[in-house]
């Protein structure tokens, strides 16, 4: 049974992969319902505007049919002239066609000016209108009852001598049964007096029933897959924006206007205004939005559609219905998604869980074998892919390091046995050099002190002091190439031969020189030691010496200077067997110093890898103010030291001091 | 001195004791007073409203029923033919009225200032009133609503110009039949605005800038009916302004007075249009929030003669504007 925690494999990649999907899903959710909502809202809007536009298809159809009538009707009344007792006929016969043509036409006025039809007669107008099919009335507007002279029906046309659409109306005669709404098509028409002239002899009215219209306006599906909100509304409003029809919204009657509507909100919104404007001195057809104008209970989106006599028919949408249209939409739309999401995360867990499991096995077996238990057993995995081929090297791996870890043993074993031998040696090797310096008895006029480091636990370096004859003290120094134990073997034979070739009798080149043949005799492996011998005379001071390519020692003189033991300079031993060594010679003065070192000293280095040099050396030799061989050494040791810093040392640190004190 | 006075006082008693028999003799039989506008139901006589929905004009004693005149009625006719008692109108047209010989007076004046102006289109360019010759004007039918543009064109020698009859509404300057039309800022004006005109798209001249003395609505009786009762005639007139206090402290709730009004008479009401015009006739009744007493100033009486080239002998200020005695 795998346990599942936060730090788990599985869960941590299921977190990962659904938290990359999520952005992915909101940002593709949000792209995808961003093109799905715009396109939407395209279509509505064009639903929208469609209506409207049709609407005014159907508005212009009752429009254009009143204005061909009422223009006939104009012109047939110049032509003919027609007295009171064919005028009622003739209405008569003209609404009953215009009936069956439009039925929302359903009446027709003719009015006269004063005395043009009845001489002496102020008011002489014919309105014949019908009701219903069935229903026709005529009526005679021949008294003040009905001073039809300040209609706007009458006046307007008659004083602009030009057609208008009345606004709706009343006509409040009195005996006559009519209380619906209707606007009227009103057409000034001319006639021939008595003298032959033109003249303006009234109005004919084209009168249209607004409830008529109003199914025209209602009565229309608005789409065949979108349903009309409720709370829209419909109207129509004339060229100056009054309200010309406005069937389910009461707060929109007749008097009122697209622009008092703007103004009826107690704070209005200016910019209300500006957009109906737009309407009247805009494009034909358009859409607008009203924020406060109380056309509906909300702000809204006005569509609207110009008419042919300039009228418009609006259709008053609220500016949330589209987004509440296509909220359900968006939601299914959501909750698709998201059911896919959580579909394609469990099926990610699982996954992973899936193939993780022998992952988590080898997990705890690794975990098993970094404990130390090598021989925990792997659970077999045959499977072609990476999983398996883990599984495989793991095994190869726990195989190996079994093997491993047993030769480990033996090399461990090995070397600490080496490391044993290795400590034999260096004590074999510090008990060659000598354990003590001067005073050799019968030597007290020379005083020394040494001190030998090596790198390794063996070294290369090497220092001896002996008494040759009675006078003469031996002071060798030397540095075998290489470290470690050949080093330490080649310097053990040198240490062993320059006592069996020193002799007082023999010059001090001439010993080098046997030393160098011995040791070039059997030097198969090619190493060499730089090499100085010298010998002093205790009784003179006198100082002859012979070098072998090693660094030269230097002389400092009680007054300071510093000279360096450097003349007829030669090879290391063990390169060449006939180099012809010489020698050199120097006379010592009380309380001088001979300081020898290898280059152990000059080429120690620090953690910079900054060189301590031979300058440093002069410098310390020259400002020394030391009395004595012993402290002469701790001065330049503490120097070295002060300088490397605890750098690892590099190579064999050997110095000796020497002064002469008769 | 003494005995004049004894004899006042003799008057006094004697006038007291014959309204008291009067009041008992005619008590059943109280006038009603038929108060007539000089326009359509409108916030224009919302203080009279207000009065009479208050019950201002009972409480004060006086039983005052209110109606409308038309567009074309003369109202000082149908006051002289006593089809009313007391009318709302303008002084100009009452004045000319009186020096036709007729007698009417004046009751109660209830705006201080005017709101006539003429509206033009901007795109005219009509920058002054001398500007309008040659174009046509429209003026309402009534001689009593002509009268103060008359005076004022008569005041520019203005004489080239076509006067077109307006009714009830600004079709005709829509249509542009007329080029300047007559109107009054609480109506006219806002029927403009709300027909899509913006106030920089047109011209407009006040007539308080010409005649800056002349009022508007007043109220007028005929000499008769103020000599047989000059008490109800005040009271009408307190009543009056007390009525306009009252609508001025509440506006929406004269506001509701006045749309009930206008659907009573069939008459459409039109909220933010009749929110305008009340705002306006707070403007022109109490400007700078100051009441009147309801009297015309002897400035307007004068301004208002001199408008009309009236002989200040013809027509006395006491005669046009008289007032109980022993009152100021």
């Known amino acids: 049974m795998m346990k599942f925690s936060c730090n788990s494999l599985p869960v941590r990649l299921s977190l990962v992969l659904c938290s990359a999907l999520l952005v992915l899903f909101i940002i593709g959710v949000s792209w995808l319902g961003y093109i799905q909502f715009s396109n939407l809202t395209r279509y509505l809007n064009d639903q929208a505007m469609t209506y409207s536009e049709s609407v005014a298809f159907d508005m212009n159809d009752v429009f254009v049919q009143g204005e061909q009538i009422g223009q006939l009707l104009a012109t047939s009344m110049e032509i003919t002239s027609h007295g009171i007792d064919d005028l009622p006929e003739y209405i008569h016969g003209i609404v009953t066609t215009m009936q069956r043509t439009c039925p929302a036409l359903i009446g027709i006025c003719i009015a006269y000016q004063n005395g043009i039809l009845v001489k002496e007669e102020k008011y002489n107008a014919y309105w014949g209108f019908v009701k219903d099919s069935n229903w026709y009335r005529m009526v005679h507007l021949n008294t003040e009852l009905y001073d039809y002279f300040y209609q706007d029906w009458y006046i307007l046309p008659l004083t602009l001598q030009k057609p208008i659409w009345t606004l709706p109306y009343r006509p409040d005669i009195p005996g006559v049964p009519w209380d619906d709404l209707m606007f009227s098509y009103s057409i000034p028409f001319y006639q021939k007096d008595e003298n032959n002239e033109r003249q303006l002899a009234g109005v004919i009215a084209i009168n249209v029933q607004v409830d008529a219209l109003v199914k025209y306006l209602c009565e229309r599906p608005f789409s065949d897959d979108v349903q009309l909100t409720k709370s829209s509304r419909i109207f129509l409003m004339n060229q100056f924006g009054h309200i010309v029809i406005s069937p389910d919204n009461k707060s929109m009657e007749m008097n009122k206007s697209i622009f008092s509507l703007c103004d009826e909100p107690l704070k209005p919104d200016p910019r209300d205004r500006e957009m109906a404007r737009s309407i009247i001195h805009g494009e034909p057809t358009g859409k607008i939005a009203l924020r406060k104008a109380p056309l509906l209970d909300t702000p809204c989106d006005l569509f609207y559609t110009t008419c042919s006599n300039r009228w418009i028919v609006g259709i008053a949408i609220p500016s949330h219905w589209i987004r509440g249209t296509l909220m359900p939409f968006f939601y299914e739309f959501l909750a698709g998604w998201f059911f896919l999401l959580c579909l394609i995360v469990f099926i990610i867990f699982m996954v992973c869980r899936r193939f993780s499991k022998p992952l988590v096995t080898l997990a705890g077996v690794t975990e098993e074998i970094g404990k130390g238990n090598f021989l925990v057993s792997i659970p077999p995995i045959k499977t072609d892919d990476e999983v398996g081929r883990l599984a495989v090297s793991m095994h190869k791996m726990q195989e190996e390091l079994v093997d491993y870890v047993e030769q480990l043993k033996k090399t461990v074993a090995i070397k600490e046995r080496a490391e044993a031998e290795l400590q034999v040696a260096k004590r074999i090797q510090q008990s060659i050099l000598p354990q003590k310096l001067p005073p050799f008895p019968g030597f007290e006029v020379i005083s020394g002190s040494a001190v030998l480091i090596a790198a390794k636990g063996v070294g290369g370096d090497l220092y001896d002091t002996f008494v040759v004859d009675d006078d003469r003290l031996a002071i060798i120094i030397g540095d075998v190439s290489g470290k470690g134990v050949p080093a330490a073997l080649f310097m053990a034979v040198t240490e062993s031969l320059q006592r069996c070739v020193a002799s007082s009798t023999v010059p001090v080149e001439r010993i080098v020189q046997q030393l160098n043949e011995l040791l070039c005799a059997n030097n198969s492996s090619g190493m060499f030691v730089t090499y100085w011998f010298g010998l002093l005379d205790q009784r003179t001071g006198h100082l002859v010496y012979t070098n072998a390519g090693h660094n030269p020692p230097y002389l400092r003189r009680t007054d300071g200077r510093l000279e360096e033991l450097n003349k007829q300079l030669g090879i290391p031993l063990g390169i060449s067997d006939d180099y012809p060594y010489k020698s050199g010679e120097t006379q010592l003065f009380p309380k001088d110093m001979i300081v020898l070192y290898t280059d152990g000293i000059t080429e120690a280095f620090n953690v910079d890898k900054d060189i301590y040099g031979d300058s440093r050396l002069i410098h310390v030799l020259k400002n020394s103010r030391t009395k004595n061989a012993e402290d002469q050494l701790q001065e330049i040791e503490d120097s070295v030291f002060s300088f490397v810093a605890g750098a690892e040392q590099s190579d064999d640190f050997t110095l000796l001091v020497f002064q002469y004190s008769p | ?328």
């Open chain 2, 1 to 328: 001195m003494r005995k004049k006075l004894h004899g006042g006082r003799v008057v006094a008693i004697t006038t007291f004791l014959i309204l008291i028999f009067s009041s008992f003799v005619s008590g059943e039989e109280s006038k009603t007073w038929r108060l007539r506008m000089i326009w359509l139901p409108q916030a224009e006589f919302a203080g009279i409203y207000v009065a009479l929905v208050d019950g201002l004009y009972e409480k004060a004693g006086v039983h005052v029923v209110v109606d409308h005149a038309q567009p074309d009625e003369e109202l000082f006719d149908s006051l002289k033919k006593k089809k009313v008692d007391v009318i709302v109108d303008w002084p100009l047209a009452a004045l000319e009225h009186i020096a036709h010989g007729e007698k009417i007076v004046n009751i109660g004046q209830i705006t201080q200032r005017s709101a006539l102006m003429l509206i033009a289109r901007k795109n005219l360019n009509i920058q002054s009133p001398k500007d309008m010759n040659g174009y046509r004007i429209g003026l309402w039918p009534a001689i009593s609503l002509k009268s103060p543009y008359l005076a004022f064109f008569k005041h520019y020698n203005i004489t080239d110009y076509t006067v077109l009859p307006i009714l009830t509404n600004v079709d005709l300057f829509l249509y542009q039949g007329i080029d300047i039309t007559a109107g009054v800022y609480y109506d006219e004006f806002y029927r403009l605005r709300a027909s899509g005109f913006n106030e920089d798209e047109l011209s407009y001249f006040y007539l308080n800038d010409t005649f800056p003395e002349l009022v508007d609505d007043g109220l007028y009786c005929n000499e008769e009916t103020w000599l047989d009762d000059p008490v109800a005639c005040q009271k009408i007139r307190d009543a009056t302004m007390e009525g306009w206090r009252r609508a001025f402290e509440n506006k929406e709730r004269t506001l509701n007075i006045v749309e009930r009004l206008c659907k009573k008479h069939g008459k459409p009401f039109n909220l933010p249009h009749q929110r305008w015009m009340l705002n306006v006739m707070e403007k022109i009744i109490a400007p700078d929030g100051r009441f009147s007493d309801g009297l015309m100033r002897k400035e307007t009486f004068k301004q208002c003669m001199s408008i009309l080239d009236l002989d200040e002998n013809t027509i006395r200020y006491e005669q046009f504007i008289p007032q109980i005695k022993g009152k100021k």
